[in-house]
């Protein structure tokens, strides 16, 4: 299976900070990869699949970037209800997996 | 608009089965592919398998950690995904999501999710 790692874990920041989160896989995944946001207790929410598109209805705010075994989620101004968990995840062979996730917290 | 709705989580005892469903709207179901992801309580994001439509005869694939085990299924005139779940283990407990694969050539992302359906797997 491809493992995805995510950095950092945790994330300490503050509103209107600009925010950079790194996916690495463990071979080429190509650009096979989407970003989603969890809030606790709600299901994930697309935010950017093949790597840098971004999914509609998504702030113009994130943008992805990578291809083969690296990749960014950048978030360029950090707002109110950016707070949450995201994820990262390989479609590119199955079986499919996800990144373990960074945390983004007020600071 | 779009709305899939999980039921038939629970508790159940090591060993046992239970069957998941979803529940799907606001879309033409039997034109997509369709998977379940799981969530253990306070832990990341796990795929867990993925059904793909007629038009590729129905075929699945499934996460190591539950193949054999796990099977998924689904009938579009009732616009329906299925999960039976047997010998579960602890491990198993987490919150199930039905997830919507994008139409896109290619696309193995998860452009809507469920809300999530609890399965509490204990004696």
């Known amino acids: 299976d491809i493992q995805m790692t995510q950095s950092p874990s945790t994330l300490s920041a503050s509103v209107g900070d600009r925010v950079t989160i790194t996916c690495r896989a463990s071979?080429?995944?190509?650009?096979?990869l989407a970003w989603y946001q969890q809030k606790p207790g709600k299901a994930p929410k697309l935010l950017i699949y093949?790597?840098?598109s971004l999914e509609s209805g998504v702030p113009s705010r994130f943008s992805g970037s990578g291809s083969g075994t690296e990749f960014t989620l950048t978030i360029s101004s950090l707002q109110p209800d950016d707070f949450a968990t995201y994820y990262c995840?390989?479609?590119?062979?199955?079986?499919?997996?996800f990144g373990g996730g960074t945390k983004v917290e007020i600071k | 608009e779009v709305q899939l709705v999980e039921s038939g989580g629970g508790l159940v005892q090591p060993g046992g089965s239970l069957r998941l469903s979803c529940a799907a709207s606001?879309?033409?179901?039997?034109?997509?592919?369709m998977d379940w992801v799981r969530q253990a309580p306070g832990k990341g994001l796990e795929w867990v398998g993925h059904?793909?439509?007629?038009?590729?005869?129905?075929?699945?694939e499934y996460a190591a950690s539950v193949k054999g085990r796990f099977i998924i299924s689904r009938d579009d005139s009732k616009n329906s995904l299925y999960l039976q779940m047997n010998s579960l283990k602890t491990e198993d407990t987490a919150v199930y999501y039905c997830?919507?694969?994008?139409?896109?050539?290619?696309?193995?992302?998860?452009?809507?999710w469920g809300q999530g359906t609890l399965v509490t797997v204990s004696s």
């Open positions: 997830a919507r694969v994008g139409i896109l050539t290619g696309s193995g992302y998860f452009d809507y």
């Open positions: 606001g879309f033409t179901f039997s034109d997509y592919y």
């Open positions: 995840q390989q479609y590119n062979s199955y079986s499919l997996t």
């Open positions: 059904i793909r439509k007629k038009d590729n005869s129905y075929t699945t």
């Open positions: 093949k790597a840098s």
């Open positions: 071979q080429s995944i190509s650009s096979w």
